[in-house]
């Protein structure tokens, strides 16, 4: 992977903030012909650095009023019954996020329910009926901001 330059970055950082910003405004907040501009967030996606983008949602507006986190061990650790429990898991409506972790829980899930009975029948039909499941752990979430800025790190070597 070639190495990105103070204007990726800036186009990155900008598309980070908000993705539905267009190709003109975009090219004027970077400093470039809007042409330039198309030009690099196209190598960009092609290379794999921009993976695509999200909508942000206000769950309470769709009725979904709890969000919670719940921590996953499994009693058998080898990739087979990871990708297999993650596959079944990820594309359930009610999971924002799937994390596979190392430490004591093996997965953290995020995910988002109309009220308690919902989480509760989620956990029980979702979760504990898996038979590769041995602990299980919820916590609610009370509050969920996400960063609008995008990390900051020296992506490219040469800097």
């Known amino acids: 992977m070639r190495a990105l330059d ?6 990155l950082a900008n598309l980070f903030k908000d993705a539905r910003v267009s190709n003109k405004d975009l090219a004027k907040m970077v400093g ?6 198309l030009e690099r967030v196209k190598r960009l996606q092609h290379e794999g650095v921009i993976q695509g983008s999200s909508l942000k949602l206000n ?17 058998d650790h080898n990739r087979e019954t990871f990708e297999r429990f993650m596959e079944a898991v990820q594309h359930v409506p ?18 988002t329910v109309v009220d308690t009975r919902h989480l509760r029948d989620f956990v029980f039909n979702t979760i ?3 038979q590769e499941v041995s602990h299980v752990e919820t916590a609610l979430v009370y509050d969920y901001r996400q960063s609008d800025s995008m990390p900051r790190f020296n992506a490219s070597k040469g800097e």
């Open 128 to 130: 504990t009926s898996r």
């Open 6 to 11: 103070n204007t990726d970055l800036q186009i």
């Open 32 to 37: 470039l012909a809007p042409s330039s501009c």
């Open 59 to 75: 769950m309470n507006a769709l009725g979904a009023h709890i969000q919670a986190m719940i921590a996953v061990r499994l009693s």
């Open 94 to 111: 009610e999971v924002l996020s799937l994390y596979h972790l190392g430490g004591e829980n093996d997965l953290l899930i995020h995910v």
